[in-house]
């Protein structure tokens, strides 16, 4: 099991979450640390796999920007861990988590292409990962304050 995360480092993470830009000598300065501690948390929490500063867009803002949830049902429950990872390797997905209720999987997907795009995915790419039975798709029309990871980075955009 990982060390929990202490006050410092809950700090540092709710900072950063504010705006991930922070000059760490600021960050050091807000948390009365020195900037060479900060720089230790920050190295440690991302070796941890514990935080990752990204660039995200805001998808109301984005022209051709659009996202999607999927809830899909796996063939086998017992190999949900290996389809969720195969899931996630998917440049569209943005997350994914085995969940409880009538899905075994939901996921989230970010489309640049539209419903072409997304039927795409849903009819050829999805179904490749194997195991699927069953696929329900939700497409975002409008959401509030929902930053996603740009599919594919900005290539695609």
């Known amino acids: 099991m990982s ?3 202490d006050r410092l480092d809950k700090d540092l993470i709710r900072l950063l979450q504010a705006d ?6 600021r960050l050091a300065e807000q948390l009365a640390v020195t900037t060479p501690t900060i720089r230790s948390r920050l190295r440690t929490l ?10 995200m867009v805001n998808q109301q803002q984005a022209p051709g920007l659009s996202t999607a949830l999927i ?3 796996i063939e086998s429950r017992g190999k949900l861990a290996e389809q969720l990872q195969a899931l996630t390797a998917l440049p ?8 409880t209720g009538r899905f075994d999987i939901i996921a989230e997907v970010a489309l640049t292409k539209g419903v072409e795009e997304l ?3 849903t009819s050829r790419i999805l179904p490749s990962i194997g195991r699927v039975t069953h ?17 594919g980075g900005l290539a695609q955009w």
């Open 46 to 55: 991302m070796q941890r796999g514990i935080l990752r500063v990204v660039g």
């Open 92 to 99: 569209q997905v943005h997350w994914a988590a085995v969940v």
């Open 135 to 151: 696929s329900e798709t939700f497409v975002v029309m409008r959401a509030s304050n929902k930053w996603v990871c740009m599919p």
């Open 71 to 73: 809830g899909i049902n």
């Open 3 to 5: 060390p929990s995360l």
């Open 20 to 25: 991930g830009r922070v000059p760490t000598a």
């Open 119 to 121: 039927f795409n995915f």
